[in-house]
């Protein structure tokens, strides 16, 4: 057979296991066995374990187990219920503060945790209940966790960012810190909509009120004393010190981001055994069930997906779809245009772990004989992957909030984060019309490459 009548067989033959329901570590396994046994020699076979094994045996990999303990510590505990009160109170007389609340609580436990969907069941199980509360429409206080859940993945740590810099091989620490930028852009994004929704819904519940309908909790007055914000304090201030410590470890050089990830995890275990008492063997127990199933689930579709991309590269499938693109000789803008596209579909079937490590081999080299900053386009990448937790058909974060919130209709979860999509395009807009958004942190601290 042809390069090409084995390259479409190989796609063909992956869409179609993944559609008949099997996880996707076996179906990419599957896959990618099955090709080895019948275009490859016999005795590739018998080198699977050592494969698999070598593609995986990367230090900075090592960090993907540690950063999920850390992450599984504070989701487990009441972190994200202690976060948001504290913000809230700071922030309940600001227009909008209540959403602009939850997102800024989204924002830092994402950065503390790492997890999209712990964010969103963290945050969203007091969150969403409270804005209900206090008159937000479902569909809106549902959107507002779902989109600020994404910023798990593009703030630092991000496990999807780890191992775009192992697939890419470029540094760690560079793109952890070419993600704060955008991250905090997303933040005001959503931020300011969050402002400009909750107005429109506060003069709806005003003029219904003003008509002689009935008075919504949107128009109730609640107050905090200075004394009550400044108890919540102490609340935060552990999380803020297990955030700055990690940052300061990476990023001054004291550690690896490997060696930084442990010393995230083993603080993340330290403070929830003093402030939330979690210390015996009973409460520490489902933090390390948790972190274990959620590792060795992660792994094995790593582990999976690398061997998909070995028996990919090894029949030239990768290589001749990279001299294809370039073939085509699209000019720069519209070369990546069809990429990020090309992502964006992927995003409705596959997790961002199996985008990256399934298209990397493919889209990696047409983009650097383009001239695009290959650290720039993992954090635009990152965002686009991140329309994809919000997105139907799949969209983990909607999922995870009809999890925690089962009362509000699916078809209301769904319209509620499309402004939030939309807010994510413009994003990927200001990063192509301005890439010192996100490249210019990481020259500024690390140099110029």
């Known amino acids: 057979m042809s390069e090409l009548a084995i390259g479409l067989s190989y796609g063909a033959a992956t ?59 504070i989701g487990k505990s009441r972190a994200g219920q202690d976060l948001y009160s504290a913000i809230h109170a700071w922030l309940h007389k600001v227009p909008g503060g209540l959403g602009i609340a939850n997102v800024f609580a989204c924002a830092l436990f994402a950065a503390m945790a790492g997890s999209s969907p712990a964010t969103c069941s963290a945050i969203g199980s007091a969150g969403i209940p409270e804005m209900r509360r206090r008159g937000y429409s479902p569909g809106f206080a549902a959107g507002i966790i779902a989109a600020g859940g994404t910023l798990g993945i593009l703030l630092p740590p991000s496990i999807v960012m780890i191992l775009y ?72 201030l552990p999380f803020l010190i297990l955030l700055l410590g990690v940052m300061v470890a990476l990023y001054g050089g004291y550690a690896t981001p490997s060696e930084t990830a442990g010393l995230g995890g083993l603080m993340a275990l330290g403070l929830v055994a003093v402030v939330y008492g979690l210390w015996r063997p009973k409460d520490v127990a489902p933090l390390l069930s948790s972190t274990l199933k959620e590792s060795t689930m992660l792994m094995l579709i790593i582990g999976m997906s690398l061997l998909y991309s070995y028996v990919m590269s090894h029949l030239h499938i990768s290589q001749g779809a990279a001299q294809w693109i370039v073939g085509m000789q699209l000019s720069k803008w519209l070369l990546l245009a069809v990429i990020l596209l090309m992502v964006i579909v992927l995003g409705f079937f596959l997790p961002p772990v199996s985008i990256i490590l399934m298209t990397a081999p493919i889209i990696l080299p047409p983009l650097k004989s383009a001239g695009f900053d290959l650290i720039w386009f993992g954090v635009v990448m990152t965002i686009v992957m991140e329309m994809g ?30 402004p939030f999509v939309a807010l994510m395009f413009v994003a990927v807009f200001l990063l192509c019309a301005f890439p010192g958004i996100a490249t210019g942190l990481p020259n500024a601290v690390m140099g110029v490459k």
């Open 15 to 73: 869409l179609l296991v993944m559609f008949s329901g099997m996880p996707i570590a076996f179906a990419l396994g599957t896959v990618a066995v099955t090709f080895m046994y019948f275009f490859m020699p016999a005795s590739s076979l018998d080198t699977v374990a050592q494969n698999v094994y070598e593609e995986m045996a990367s230090i900075t990999l090592l960090s993907i187990p540690l950063f999920i303990m850390k992450g599984a510590a």
């Open 165 to 236: 810099a192992v697939a890419a091989e470029q540094s760690l620490g560079r793109l952890f810190l070419a993600g704060i930028g955008p991250g905090l852009l997303l933040v005001g994004l959503f931020a300011g909509y969050a402002t400009l929704r909750a107005r429109k819904e506060y003069q709806q519940a005003l003029a219904l009120y003003e008509s002689g309908g009935a008075k919504s909790a949107y128009l109730e007055v609640e107050h905090f004393s200075l004394a009550q914000k400044v108890e919540m304090l102490p609340r935060v």
């Open 389 to 418: 937790l919000i997105h139907p058909p799949v969209g983990l974060n909607i999922f995870v909030i009809k999890n925690v919130a089962p009362d509000i209709p699916l078809k209301d979860v769904i319209w509620g984060v499309m």
